[in-house]
């Protein structure tokens, strides 16, 4: 009678990898919704109001933009 063994550690390892990398892939999609979404906001502004709390116009329209959704 032989009995089959398998390494549970090693199956519950690779998920949890796979499970991570999803989990890590989500939230820098959601980041850079989020930037896209702040920078549309921010080049709605003049540019003194940009200039006095350090931003560029130049550099947020490289960055991209997302139109606000009301």
Known sequence: MAIATT??????????????????????????QARRYV?????????ATLAAHGYDRRELEQEGSTGMVF
């Open 39 to 47: 920078n549309g906001y921010l080049l709605s502004l003049d540019d």
């Open 7 to 32: 390494t549970i550690g090693a199956t519950a390892q690779g998920s949890n990898g796979f499970v991570r990398r999803a989990f890590d892939r989500m939230v820098e999609a959601r980041e850079k």
